[in-house]
């Protein structure tokens, strides 16, 4: 592939115009300095705008080990010398303007520096965690969270977020699900498209835009047993058809940069591995921004058994088309060598040195290098009340309600004495989930606050905790279980802490707690009327007390608004209505646990025999909540399937509608789910795919037509020849309120003319 200057640039422009937003073409002026610069850096300064090093001039509190420059005076000397281009993970105004001034007024060239951070789900005021606003089914909300969450981190220093993770999630025990969209590719798709047209805003160059970094690339979700850091041996389809679509989405929403993946795939680690950085990303993909490496990953090649030491680490990652070092220093360390003893073209680090310079330029930092750098905006753009009012609104949407037999709503009106029993009813150091290291937890509301603000009444309410998040408590079970015989009404605050899911927090079972297990089985033998709030990081395998309580809800971690988010549900004064982005199996070892698995040879079929068929012989392998379910206060039912033509012809498209009604009593929003099976395939399909939604909003008794357009594109998959394509032939539809249910249909895609008569 030829990687001179004419193709990053016409990728820019093409890109610019492509997407329309958020990013425009480059002027000549700014190629022209641009191309001057390159003229003029030494190797070494070349090599500085491709290091990214942790910001220590910022109070940091560091979401990864702690190696390499520490102090400021040493990395002012870097700075000063060009020997870095970009800091990482600190915040603050006045730090970010000392290391900048350095850059522009104190290095030989002046080229300002890039400030990036892990702004996942909020600097101050924090939303709900990814996998949980992703239950909102939402694109539109996402993007809304995004771009508060920009409107804070610029008005705090940064530049650019390492978001949105892209990772579609293939197994519950890998920690990292809590930070993306779930299982699914499409729903992956199109929040992180949300996400990042919502980061980014309409215009790079504003001050409060985010450049956003999907992550990490690629199949990082899919490492084997869902381990941290794991290897993945994937196909070549299955990378294409379920790993690489959000991050196409990303690009075409306009992303500038993204990340390689820790893991390998298929003998490679992403970092070293070429085909995927080059050859897929840019020639396939069609991507023209930068990559980084994830955190020391180019230095992991060694342990890997990749690299023979660091230079040859170095060597490799610069090679397959990694771009910015993150934190080795291996680059500055010895790109200078590689290039004298011919081991690195200058070419190759010159591509790589202009993407960067070029991004930099397109949002505008050599205009204005002090651009989200302003101690007012500072003081007045964060943790607004607005900003409040959105995570509330966003954890409220995030929430699911599992099951529920009656007893929710609740009635503030009825003056019912509740007992809040758990280790979470209290806690506001599990509020806001493992990738929110900015925000104060003491600003969070926890679930006892909200409920006592929406009971009026604050005597109604008894609070304890029963038993730690993982040990029992001496005596705790017996106080809960006297407070549960006391109450009216029992709310189970149960699940994981915030340090269970996340970076490096892959688990084997995806289970409560024994020792909350234990307390929610004795609180379940009182018998009184019991709802459950599960707090997690993924879907969860519940058991026993917990999932036989009167009514589950999923609530995640939501946030700073959390216990008002979920006061507002339980009292009603938010119908709910999100819709789970992972299917919760009945059991841990059901994993990797997805909606849209294969058929097999030997399906389990309704009311068959289960000898001889693809299942656990300890477990029936279905979900015991599905992908796509959720329920709300009020009842839903679809009817009157149509088709605009059970043929679909090969270049047109055909219209399904389906009527939704409203049959319950109160108001309330629905997310009416599209989903496809192709019956028969050169490459077998999955029994479901997920292709459209719609949110509708219905007064009790109301209806309204339902309407998704489907052409060949909807059907298409990846086949022979990593080839995009659809084939004729039969196709099932659904249009249901979850992956498992629905009106069914068929369609039939024509190749050429129809068959006559
Ligand atoms: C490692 C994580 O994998 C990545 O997602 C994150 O952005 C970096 N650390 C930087 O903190």
């Known amino acids: 592939m030829n990687l001179d200057r004419r193709t990053v640039l016409s990728g820019i422009i093409a890109s610019a115009i492509a997407s329309g937003l958020p990013f425009r073409a480059l002027a000549a002026a700014e190629v022209a ?17 491709m290091t990214c090093l942790a910001d220590s001039f910022r109070p940091f509190n560091p979401p990864n080990p702690q190696v390499g420059i520490q102090d400021e005076k040493r990395l002012s000397d870097e700075i000063r010398k060009g020997r870095v281009g970009c800091l990482f993970n600190g915040i603050g105004v006045a730090g970010a303007r000392k290391a900048q001034e350095l850059a522009v007024n104190g290095s030989r060239l002046g080229i300002p520096l890039l400030f990036a951070g892990d702004v996942i789900h909020g600097l101050k005021t924090i939303f709900p965690v990814p996998l949980g606003e992703a239950s909102s089914f939402d694109p539109g909300l996402a993007q809304r969270t995004a771009r508060a969450m920009a409107i804070e981190a610029t008005a705090a220093g940064l530049h650019l977020t390492f978001a949105p993770m892209a990772d579609v999630a293939r197994d519950q025990r890998w920690g990292r699900v809590v930070e993306g969209a779930g299982e699914d590719v499409t729903l992956t798709s199109l929040l992180t498209a949300a996400r990042i047209r919502g980061f980014q805003g309409r215009d790079l160059r504003k001050d409060d835009s985010l450049l956003a970094c999907p992550k990490h690339f690629a199949a990082y979700g899919a490492v084997a047993g869902g381990l941290e850091y794991g290897n993945v041996d994937i196909s070549d389809e299955t990378l294409r058809e379920t790993h690489l679509p959000p991050f196409s989405a990303g690009f075409s929403a306009g992303a500038l940069t993204t990340m390689a993946a820790f893991n390998e795939i298929n003998g490679v680690p992403a970092t070293a591995d070429r085909t995927l950085l080059t050859d897929i990303l840019r020639g396939e993909m069609g991507f023209h921004g930068f990559v980084f490496s994830d955190y020391t990953a180019d230095e992991e090649l060694i342990a890997h058994g990749f690299a023979e030491d660091e230079r040859d680490a170095a060597r490799l990652a610069v090679l397959a088309g990694v771009d910015m070092s993150m934190q080795s220093g291996l680059y500055i360390r010895y790109l200078p060598d590689l290039v004298k003893s011919g081991a690195v073209p200058m070419g190759t680090v010159d591509v790589a040195v202009r993407r960067i310079l070029y991004v930099k330029m397109a949002m505008g930092l050599f205009d204005n290098p002090w651009r989200s750098l302003d101690e007012n905006a500072e003081k007045s753009r964060i943790e607004t009340s607005g900003h409040r009012a959105l995570a509330r609104e966003a954890g409220a949407r995030s929430i699911v309600l599992l099951q529920n037999d009656g007893v929710l709503p609740l009635d503030a009106g009825r003056k019912q004495k509740i007992a809040l029993i758990g280790p979470f009813g209290e806690d506001k150091t599990n509020l806001y989930g493992p990738w929110a290291f900015y925000g104060d937890p003491g600003k969070g509301i926890d679930v006892a606050s909200g409920l006592r603000e929406a009971m009026g009444d604050a005597e109604l309410l008894s609070v304890m905790p029963g038993c730690g998040i993982q040990d029992a408590i001496d005596g705790g079970i017996e106080v809960a279980v006297k407070a549960a015989k006391d109450a009216d009404i029992v709310i189970l605050a149960v699940g994981e802490a915030q340090d269970m899911s996340g970076e490096a927090q892959s688990r084997t079972t995806i289970e409560i707690p024994p020792a909350q297990q234990a307390l929610a089985d004795a609180v379940a033998a009182v018998k009184k009327p019991t709802v ?41 004064k938010v119908d709910p209505s999100g819709k789970l982005p992972v299917s919760f199996p009945w059991e841990s070892g059901q994993e990797p646990f997805f909606y849209d698995r294969k058929s097999t040879g030997r399906p389990v079929l309704a009311r068959g025999s289960t000898e001889y068929k693809a299942r656990y012989a300890t477990t029936d392998n279905s979900a015991r909540y599905p992908f796509g379910h959720g329920l709300s206060y009020t009842q839903f039912a679809l009817d009157r399937l149509q088709l605009s033509d059970p043929a679909l012809r090969w270049d047109e498209s055909v219209t399904i509608t389906a009527r939704l009604t409203n049959k319950g009593k109160r108001r309330g929003s629905e997310t009416v789910q599209l989903y496809i ?29 339902v309407r998704f357009t489907l052409a060949r594109a909807d059907l298409e998959f990846v086949g022979a020849g990593n080839r995009r394509l659809a084939e004729p032939g039969v196709f099932d539809i659904w249009v249901g309120q979850s992956s498992e249910d629905g009106l069914h249909g068929q369609i039939t895609l024509y190749a050429a003319e129809l068959p006559q008569g």
């Open 33 to 49: 300095r641009v191309d001057d610069l390159i003229k003029r850096m030494t190797i070494e300064e070349k090599a500085g705008q």
């Open 532 to 572: 459950v709030l599960l707090r997690h990081g993924r879907a969860l395998a519940i058991h026993g007390g917990v999932a036989n309580a009167n009514a589950v809800l999923a609530t995640w971690f939501l946030g700073s608004e959390a216990g008002n988010a979920i006061a507002d549900v339980l009292f009603g």
């Open 677 to 705: 099976r192709d019956r028969v395939a050169s490459r077998t399909r999955p029994i479901r795919e997920f292709k459209k939604m719609e949110r509708v909003t219905l007064e009790p008794g109301e209806s309204r037509a």
